[in-house]
């Protein structure tokens, strides 16, 4: 079976500047895949080109074995952004936000259906915010919105969710909860690919690892691999930070255990 993702050889230059250097990743089915790397490694434009929102400069992408530029069903795709994205002044509710997950299921533009209606009811039951339907996204806390934008991927049918830093900002019992949820949906025959800081209770669910630095591809492989370096903070940084050849493995990716 041909992987539901797989970016091959893939360079990105943004504002004139190389950000992703000859990446290759792949994504089996029913694979959780966590994509880890410092502030400024290259992990969002990793995602964001995997799900053609950036073009490459070389390589490819397929999706569920179609070369991108011919990929049509995007429903199969559930991507969530990274947090400030997404959410950033937008005051639509729980429902409206879900609902939009169903936009590319409709055969025509128009008022949704009973189906759709259901849709969004039962992928918001199934994120836990059942009680929520009504409330303005802003008005949730961060892992209760990115539960929000999980239901929305849901509601469309998506069998490949791609989430840029979903556990970021949310505490221990939420990103319990969202575990759990990943955990199911992958039983269910869903993929993931996760980018993280931290893993935390997501380790795990995690399959297999890949770890960017400065745009490259620095390790490929079991969890079991990755050194987790605590106490070293890089969240909330701009700047990307200068590769540290001193530092074995990933250097910037939070361990298990970090508060914030
Ligand atoms: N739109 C952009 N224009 C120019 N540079 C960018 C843009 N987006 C990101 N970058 C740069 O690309 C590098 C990788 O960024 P990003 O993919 O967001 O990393 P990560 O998600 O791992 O923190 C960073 O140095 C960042 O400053
Ligand atoms: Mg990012």
Redesign the pocket.
């Known amino acids: 079976m041909s992987p539901v993702l797989s970016v091959h050889g893939a360079s990105v230059t943004?504002?004139g500047?190389p950000?992703l250097r000859r990446v290759d990743l792949e994504v089996a089915s029913g694979e959780i895949v966590a994509l880890l790397?410092a502030?400024?490694?290259?992990?969002?434009?990793l995602v964001r080109a995997a799900v053609g929102l950036i073009p490459l400069d070389e390589g490819q992408v397929e999706l569920f074995g179609t070369p991108l530029p011919r990929f049509r069903t995007w429903r199969r795709l559930g991507y969530v952004p990274q947090h400030s994205r997404a959410v950033a002044g937008v005051p639509a509710t729980v429902q409206e936000v879900v609902m939009s997950g169903r936009l590319s299921r409709r055969p025509f533009v128009g008022i949704a259906r009973q189906a759709d209606h259901d849709a969004v009811v039962g992928a918001v039951a199934r994120v836990g915010l059942a009680d929520r339907l009504r409330s303005p996204l802003a008005e949730l806390s961060g892992g209760q919105q990115q539960r929000a934008l999980i239901a929305r991927a849901l509601a469309g049918d998506a069998d490949l969710l791609v989430m840029d830093e979903p556990t970021s900002g949310v505490d221990h019992e939420n990103q319990e909860s969202l575990a759990e949820l990943l955990g199911g949906l992958v039983n269910e025959g869903a993929s993931v690919l996760l980018v993280a800081h931290e893993l935390g209770p997501m380790r795990p669910l995690i399959d297999r690892t890949l770890v960017?630095r400065a745009g490259h591809v620095d390790y490929d492989g079991p969890v079991s691999g990755v050194t987790f370096e605590e106490h070293e903070q890089v969240h909330h940084h701009t700047e990307?930070p200068e590769p540290r050849p001193d530092v074995p493995n990933i250097g910037g990716v939070w361990g298990e255990g970090d508060v914030r």
Not at 39 to 45: I, L
């Open positions: 943004l504002d500047r950000v790397g502030n400024g490694s290259g992990k969002s434009t960017l990307a």
